[in-house]
């Protein structure tokens, strides 16, 4: 079954998450797409995040009604810090896939990075990498032997980030269109950010 993951930290999950994931699910073709919330990324152990669960709460009610997007707690139930290598390993294992079937998608901002990542060959060896661009990406950034073991997706491209939605949200900034409405509120009710 020729299988998507999408992992990240989903703090908040935005439209820039949900376009992206709709878009390569229809140009690759698709059976599902996996979103894999992290539990703790390598990069951000400040503990700065917002709870697994309550990324884990927001995805869900992202992906509501949409029958293509699967949630993995994967990386949450494995504890500590998640490591993208360990996730393909496991999905391998459980889900009994070849590497023609198994795809990782990522923003290109997270493609600039993944040479520093915990066993950047092997998740080569395990899976394809599919690449959104963001803007202001630069491939002349990204070591040769990564570009030739990625794709691009034409996607459609524009600056939204989980990041500067908090960074609205905090300065009283409106967020709307930016996350899908049930966000929105769970945000507002839970006092997030
Ligand atoms: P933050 O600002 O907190 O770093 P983010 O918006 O980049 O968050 P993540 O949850 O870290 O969101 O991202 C998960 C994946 O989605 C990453 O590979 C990231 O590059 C990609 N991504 C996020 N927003 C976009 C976007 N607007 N266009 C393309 N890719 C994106």
Not at 44 to 59: A, C, E, F, Q, V
Not at 64 to 83: A, L, M
Not at 97 to 109: C, R
């Amino acid at each position: 079954m020729k299988t998507c993951i999408f992992g990240g930290t989903f703090d908040p999950p935005h439209i820039g998450h949900l376009l992206i994931a709709q878009t390569v699910f229809e140009s690759e073709h698709f059976e599902r797409l996996i979103f894999v919330p992290a539990n703790i990324s390598p990069t951000k152990k400040n503990g700065d995040s917002s709870s697994p669960k309550t990324r884990l709460k927001m995805l869900e009610i992202s992906l509501i009604n949409n029958t293509n997007f699967e949630i993995s707690d994967i990386e949450i139930k494995r504890e500590g810090v998640s490591y993208t290598v360990d996730t393909l390993q496991e999905f391998v294992n459980s889900l009994n896939l070849d590497k023609k079937d198994l795809f990782f998608l990522m923003g290109s901002d997270t493609l600039r990075s993944i040479h520093t990542w915990k066993d950047p060959e092997k998740i080569m060896e395990l899976c394809n990498i599919i690449v959104a661009i963001r803007p202001g990406f630069a491939p002349s950034d990204i070591p040769q032997w990564i570009l030739d073991n990625v794709r691009f997706a034409n996607i459609p491209r524009f600056e939204v980030s989980s990041t500067n939605i908090r960074a609205r949200w905090r300065e009283g900034k409106t967020i709307r269109y930016m996350v899908p409405k049930e966000v929105w509120e769970y945000i507002n009710e839970n006092e997030l950010y």
